[in-house]
Nanobody, 111 residues
Framework: QVQLVESGGGLVPPGGSLRLSCAAS????????MGWYRQAPGKQRELVAL???????TYADSVKGRFTISRDNAKNTVYLQMNGLKPEDTAVYYC?????WGQGTLVTVSS
């Protein structure tokens, strides 16, 4: 079982930026895609971005052009750079690897 710990959430005004990090324990980090998901109050969890072992990426339409996912296999870490944040981006953001999930980090976009 891989353990995942997210960090970097917080309160940011509309148009602002945040960078989320997800540190993974274990030695199998590079075998599977890593993903960032989010869940807003009253809504289902949704995929935000995915990165494969070869660094291929997939994004939700709602974040294309604003968010960038990246990974550092040497550090067992995946990142989510979020620019141009909107109030509708407010959610708890979760890191995923296989069947493992982090505890989540809250992102609040508000003036």
């Amino acid at each position: 079982q891989v353990q995942l710990v997210e960090s970097g959430g917080g309160l940011v005004p509309p148009g602002g930026s945040l960078r989320l990090s997800c540190a993974a324990s274990g030695s199998i980090f590079s075998f599977f895609p890593m993903g960032w998901y989010r869940q807003a109050p009253g809504k289902q969890r949704e995929l935000v971005a995915l990165i494969t072992t070869g660094s291929g990426t997939t994004y939700a339409d709602s974040v294309k052009g604003r968010f960038t996912i990246s990974r550092d296999n040497a550090k067992n870490t995946v990142y989510l750079q979020m620019n141009g944040l909107k109030p509708e981006d407010t959610a708890v953001y979760y890191c995923n690897y296989g069947t493992s999930w982090g505890q989540g980090t809250l992102v609040t976009v508000s003036s």
